[in-house]
């Protein structure tokens, strides 16, 4: 404030002056716009009730989601028991196999169908399937960034290491945070000079 006024009175002034300027858009004593209610709320209530139709199939024919009828039904206070989905064991089977193999999640998702809230909460239900899919998983990563850098060196053979690791791709920088040994075993030159 002290940028912008000369002093303090300078400020009370011009605040007082800008106050009386409001728009009354912002006047915060403008009365609040009753909240319009949906046409089809009645109709669902109404299906539920008379026809003793499920929260889901009432939604249905009235045109809204699942999510949206349960809402509703919370709101005209009609009781209704929770249908959570529960998986198959069968089904269970082939994520933990994918999981246990290092899928990536996506990959879990698009093949078995299953979401990813699900998909989570069995990760971290389950600590051991946690450990087993972590590690498979860095075992991946390991594999493919050893190739990607073998790759890229025997690719450019005579180039400085320095211009290399500028290389798009080249898997170093995963090399070096998660197996510095190897890179120690496989390019003994580089690290002979920072010892």
Known sequence: MTFLFDSWEHFIGTYDEVSKQQPAWLDP?????????????ADFGK???????????????????TT??????????????SRSQILKPVFLDSVRALLKSGAKKEEIRQRTGISAVSLDRLISSEPN???TWVNARM???RARNREKFLSVTAANTGVPFN??????????QWLYRHDRQWLV??????WRDSK
Not at 32 to 37: A, L, N, S, Y
Not at 68 to 81: D, H
């Open 29 to 41: 004593t403008l009365p609040k716009q009753e909240k319009i209610e949906d046409p089809r709320l």
């Open 47 to 65: 299906l539920i009730k008379e026809q003793h139709l499920s929260v889901s199939a009432a939604a249905v024919k009235v045109g809204v989601s």
């Open 68 to 81: 949206t009828g349960v809402r509703w039904a919370k709101v005209l206070g009609i009781k209704f028991v």
């Open 129 to 131: 399937l946690r450990l």
């Open 139 to 141: 075992e991946l990563d």
């Open 163 to 172: 211009r290399i690791r500028r290389i798009a791709g080249n898997g170093y």
């Open 185 to 190: 075993e496989h390019l003994p030159a580089i």
